[in-house]
């Protein structure tokens, strides 16, 4: 079945340390990926997302994600976490097999040590 | 910009009684709504999306009797659970596509609702 996966259900880190999650789809043809953060009690919000043009995107507090079409991954890297980044991250994808329906991956909960 | 509120933010009723869910976008126009619900340690799951004016689509599996939506304006949606059982306990999420940033959503804080 076509869907949205998300290797890490749970990572854990150092402060400073290098982050990268993964996110793997398996629609064909045009997609459009996001990733959405959920930081503890509050809603998801939108931390970057990809239509077309340059694969690789940068996205807000310094998050960034790169598109290679050929592994249909889209993972969200992030050189230096900081313990305000401890929150849920979700990979979604719409396309065109989808109906354009956006498809979110279960997720990865990211808890940053200080 | 780009919020997306939601009413109430948590409810507690009753097994028969019905909910009503207000999904509003505070800065922009939203002509599509979605409404989705979220189990514990899950995923978001499409319900339904709302376009402005026109009746509802629903996700297969999701009864359209028992979860009316209603997107009266471009900047309002309401979810409403009708003969709420425990069943029905969850977090409900809705997201709104700004008009004029297309394929893009932007989430609401989402409402915890719990039927006894």
């Known amino acids: ?88 991250y979700f990979c979604a994808v719409n396309a065109m097999d989808s109906s354009y329906k956006l498809i979110f991956g279960s997720g990865t909960r990211l808890l940053v040590r200080p | 910009g780009a919020v997306v509120s939601q009413h109430p933010s948590w409810v507690i009723c009753k097994s028969g009684t019905s909910v009503k869910i207000e999904c509003r976008s505070l800065d922009f126009q939203a002509t599509t709504m979605f409404w989705y619900r979220q189990f514990p340690k899950q995923s978001l799951m499409l319900m339904a999306t709302s376009n402005e004016g026109s009746k509802a689509t629903y996700e297969q599996g999701v009864e359209k009797d028992k979860f009316l939506i209603n997107h009266a304006s471009l900047t309002l949606s309401t979810l409403t659970v009708t003969s709420a059982h425990p069943e029905d306990s969850s977090f409900y999420i809705c997201s709104a596509e700004d008009a004029n940033e297309a394929d893009t959503q932007y989430f609401g804080p989402g409402t915890r609702l719990t039927v006894l």
Not at chain 1, 75 to 84: C, D, Y
């Open chain 1, 1 to 88: 079945a076509q869907s949205v996966s998300q290797h890490n259900h749970h990572v854990i880190l150092s402060e400073a340390a290098s982050l990268e999650l993964g996110c793997n789809y398996s629609y064909g043809g045009t997609v459009n990926l996001f990733w959405y953060v959920q930081y503890p009690g509050q809603h998801l919000q939108l931390l970057l997302k990809y239509f077309s043009g340059d694969p690789l995107v940068k996205g807000i507090k310094g998050f960034e994600a790169e598109f290679i079409k050929s592994k249909f991954s889209f993972n969200l890297r992030k050189p230096s976490v900081q313990w305000s980044d401890t929150a849920e």
